[in-house]
């Protein structure tokens, strides 16, 4: 017969009282872990109710605000857009962007946690709500049903992501945008590359108006210096996969973690662009963003 097991509480109080320190002490350090365990990371709420996401409880689970519906089919934003109608198509270095979450004080604090103080305890929360984006936006292009099969339509060749300059990587010790992209990589089986480098540092964005986000951002980006050899690679893995009708063509996911006024997105997609034509490869750059600000 199977042993009945006893919580602390149910314990005889004769047994309790008669166990060594050592016990009490094991005793209670296992109440602390398992606490711990059971301890929301955003709320720090002591529940049984986890969400699908890493250490979120439901009720915390339930604020994260998804962007359903966007208005904007090229930036992904969910509210009526003056700045892409002012845009001319010629400037659009990139197919779309697809952001995740609206950039509300919840969703500051628990991208804020990841990127400036380093909680690692966010990246898979994060990583999965960006997955649950990924899937949202291979569905979207995918359509539904036809003639044609779905692969064909539209398959991330590479996913790649915004880069950090190097004095930023000595601050944080790791690149956010980048472990957000290999999450999506790793889950979808997907290659992930660092296409580009960032040579100079170009200060914090969240300080500056939107000119001079956008003048600062000129020549900020470069491509890595394999980057001819790596096209070619890809070229030939996504040709394997496609018809002529995509010959010389590559789709690129660019990753970055907050969407503000697009500029760092357009000035990635830019250079990767530029230097693929001179390649004569054709980049087919799709954005995908954490949350939209
Ligand atoms: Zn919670
Ligand atoms: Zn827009």
Redesign the pocket.
């Known amino acids: 017969m199977k042993p009945k097991t006893m919580s602390v509480r149910k314990l005889p109080r004769k047994v309790y009282s008669g166990m060594g320190m050592i016990s009490k002490t094991r005793l209670f350090m296992n109440w602390l872990l398992h606490r711990q365990s059971q301890t ?6 002591l ?1 049984g109710h986890f969400s699908e996401y890493s250490g ?6 339930v604020q994260i605000p998804w962007i359903y519906k966007i208005r904007c089919v090229h930036c992904g934003r969910p509210t009526f857009c003056p700045d892409c109608l002012r845009l001319v198509p010629s400037a659009r270095y990139y197919v779309c962007n697809r952001s995740a979450i609206s950039y509300t004080p919840m969703m500051r604090e628990w991208i804020g946690q990841f990127k400036y103080r380093g909680n690692e305890k966010y990246a898979s929360a994060l990583g999965e709500i960006m997955n649950r984006a990924y899937r949202a936006m291979r569905h979207e292009f995918t359509g539904r049903g036809g003639s044609v099969p779905k692969r064909s339509l539209w398959n991330v060749d590479v996913v790649t992501c915004v880069p950090v300059s190097e004095t930023r990587l000595a601050e944080r010790g790791f690149n956010q945008a980048q472990v957000l992209a290999e999450e999506i990589a790793r889950r979808n089986k997907l290659p992930f590359v660092s296409l580009l480098a960032r040579p100079q540092d170009t200060g914090k964005q969240s300080f500056k108006t939107k000119k001079e986000r956008i003048s600062s951002m000129d020549n900020a980006f470069a491509v890595i210096p394999d980057m001819a050899k790596l096209l070619k690679s890809l070229v030939l893995k996504a040709d394997s996969r496609y018809t002529s009708a995509r010959m010389q063509s590559v789709t690129v996911l660019l990753v970055d973690d907050i969407y503000t006024t697009g500029s760092t997105l357009q000035a990635c997609a830019r250079v990767l662009g530029e230097e693929a034509a001179e390649q004569g490869v054709h980049l087919a750059i799709f954005c995908l963003t954490l949350a939209r600000s």
Do not use: E
Request: some cysteine.
């Open positions: 929301c990371i955003s709320c720090n709420t529940t979120i409880c439901t009720s915390c689970s």
